[in-house]
């Protein structure tokens, strides 16, 4: 079984300047998850899916960053513009009727 | 809103040395508790999964406990090996979503 892919593994960035990640999730996931983790800190919610509809967003910066998530399937994550702030791991997950959840390796966004 | 706390922050032992890495949440109310291992530059990887109706699992040297009533999870990892280095997340599911600690930051010396 193919684990949760993401793209780009690694990004640097200007500020101000945008950025969009990939995610697709293990095959029949109905839940999406994005992540945000600052060094030194446990990764934080951004956003969740169900299918392709958002089930909790309150903690998405939504002046700056946007997701979608078409078909149920693929999601992207946007920033724009990107602030030093910004700096950290981007991780998707991914879960369906068991309990737990999978992530991905990250992306790993730089902004100088 | 649930918090996670992790203590301590870091850790170094010993080759051999047995690893006791602790948890504490603020809200009972848990569907379940994952532990994660995160090595550096890298993702998350799952270890072990409680179920709120569990009350300890087992992988091979880890074993992880779950008391639900007093908001502790505790992760233990045998005859720990300089491989076990690595960042050690609790992470607790409420309304399917998942809150973490910091995590605790392992260095097993050769």
């Known amino acids: 079984e193919a684990g949760v892919a993401q793209s780009p593994r690694y990004k640097i960035i200007e500020k101000r300047q945008s950025v969009a990640f990939w995610c697709n999730p293990i095959?029949?996931?109905?839940?999406l998850y994005w992540y945000q983790q600052i060094l030194g800190q446990g990764p934080k919610l951004l956003i969740q899916?169900?299918?392709?509809?958002?089930?909790?967003d309150s903690q998405l910066p939504k002046d700056r960053f946007s997701a979608e998530r078409l078909k149920g399937v693929d999601s992207t994550l946007k920033i724009q513009p990107a602030k030093l702030e910004d700096s950290a791991v981007y991780l998707c997950?991914?879960?369906?009727?068991?309990?737990?959840?999978?992530f991905g390796q990250g992306t790993r966004l730089t902004v100088v | 809103k649930q918090e996670v706390t992790q203590i301590p922050a870091a850790l170094s032992v010993p080759e051999g040395e047995n690893l006791v890495l602790n948890c504490s949440f603020t809200d009972s109310a848990i569907y379940n508790l994952q532990w994660f291992r995160q090595d550096p530059g890298k993702g998350l990887t799952s270890l072990l999964l409680i179920q709120s109706s569990q009350r300890e699992q087992t992988s091979g040297r880890l074993n992880a406990s779950l008391d639900k009533s007093s908001g502790r999870s505790t992760l233990y990892i045998a005859a720990s090996q300089p491989g076990d280095s690595a960042t050690y997340l609790c992470a607790v599911e409420i309304d399917y979503k998942l809150s973490f600690g910091a995590g605790t930051t392992v260095t097993v010396r050769a």
């Open positions: 997950a991914s879960s369906y009727r068991d309990p737990g959840a999978f």
């Open positions: 899916f169900q299918n392709n509809g958002v089930v909790d």
């Open positions: 095959s029949g996931h109905a839940t």
